[in-house]
């Protein structure tokens, strides 16, 4: 089992930036940050494999970074430009294996979320 901490969510202005953190307990090959919006599915915002290859979300890209640090056992969401329909609840989440697959029903391993208000 691997345990997943989240921080760095909060509110913003229109076009500000926020750094979220996931710290892990264990190794995963395959982290992701998804995001939900009330009434609606978790929808996947940017996955990392273990080969660094990074997969954005096309509301993201552009603004949106995902990173990692392994000695750390961390990775990160760096959420710049952000707007009002940016707002919701974002989870880090894990899994082990090469693939990191888009629909977070294929993740074992969830964050507690963090809330990011973006409004004037």
């Known amino acids: 089992q691997v345990h997943l901490a989240e921080s760095g969510g909060g509110s913003v202005l229109p076009g500000g930036s926020l750094r979220l953190s996931c710290t892990a307990s264990?190794?995963?090959?395959?982290k992701a940050w998804f995001r939900e919006f009330p009434g609606k599915e978790r929808e996947a915002v940017a996955t990392?494999?273990?080969?660094?290859?990074?997969v954005y979300a096309d509301s993201g890209k552009g603004r949106f970074t995902i990173s990692v640090d392994i000695v750390k056992n961390a990775h990160y969401l760096q959420l710049d430009t952000l707007q009002p329909e940016d707002s919701a609840i974002y989870y880090c989440?894990?899994?082990?294996?090469?693939?990191?697959?888009?629909?977070?029903?294929?993740?074992?391993?969830w964050g507690q979320g963090t809330q990011v208000s973006v409004s004037s």
């Open positions: 264990g190794y995963t090959e395959c």
């Open positions: 989440a894990a899994r082990r294996g090469w693939s990191c697959p888009w629909q977070w029903t294929f993740y074992d391993y």
């Open positions: 990392l494999n273990t080969l660094g290859e990074a």
